[in-house]
C-alpha cells in the first residue's frame, strides 16, 4: 500500500465555523473512492453523524471554503461538478468514516488524518503556552547568545590601539 503523503493531506484541511474540518471530495479521493459512494456510506449510517462530527456547508461557507483554496476555480466551473452542497467532516467524523467504510485504505487513510489533526493541536496548545512575555524573554536570550558568537568571530578591537592607515 503506497504511503500517504502528510502535506498532501495537511493541505486539504480547512477552517469552517471556526473548526478544521475536511471536505468529502478531498476524503474520497484520499479512500481511493467517488464522492458519491462517501455520500452514501455516511447517509446510510447518519446517527453515527451528530453535527459536531459532520456539517453541511451553506452558500457563504462554501465561499469562504473556495477561498482557502490556493488555486481556486471560478464559482460556475466548479458548480457544476457538485448537484449537492458538500459535507464537511471534523476530526470526529473522521474518526467515525472508518466505521463506515471498512476497507484497508480507509482504516490507513484514518489513521494517517488522525495524526495530523493531533499535531496540529498540539501545535496549537504550544502556541497558547507561550505568553508574549514568555517569547520576549526567548527572544531576549536568542539575542544575546548572538552577540557573544559574534563577539567570539569578530572580537573588539581595544579602544587605545593605534591606528594603521594613510592619513
Not at 480547512?14 to 479521493?29: F, G, H, N, P, T
Request: net charge positive.
Amino acid at each position: 500500500m503506497e504511503k500517504i503523503g502528510t502535506t498532501k493531506i495537511e493541505k486539504m484541511i480547512y477552517v469552517i465555523r471556526d473548526q478544521k474540518v475536511m471536505i468529502d471530495s478531498d476524503l474520497a479521493e484520499l479512500y481511493q473512492v467517488e464522492t458519491k459512494v462517501l455520500n452514501q456510506a455516511v447517509k446510510r449510517n447518519l446517527e453515527r453523524f451528530p453535527p459536531d462530527f459532520m456539517l453541511i456547508c451553506n452558500f457563504d461557507e462554501l465561499a469562504d471554503l473556495r477561498s482557502q483554496f490556493v488555486t481556486a476555480n471560478p464559482a460556475s466551473a466548479w458548480n457544476y461538478k457538485r448537484r449537492t452542497l458538500p459535507m464537511l467532516f471534523t476530526e470526529g467524523g473522521i474518526a467515525m468514516l472508518s466505521t463506515a467504510l471498512s476497507s484497508e485504505r480507509a482504516i490507513q487513510v484514518n489513521i494517517s488524518i488522525i495524526r495530523i489533526f493531533i499535531k496540529l493541536r498540539s501545535f496549537l496548545a504550544m502556541e497558547k503556552t507561550h505568553t508574549d512575555k514568555t517569547t520576549h524573554k526567548l527572544f531576549k536570550i536568542v539575542f544575546e547568545r548572538m552577540d557573544a558568537i559574534e563577539e567570539q568571530i569578530n572580537p573588539k578591537l581595544p579602544a587605545n590601539r593605534k591606528k594603521i592607515g594613510l592619513k
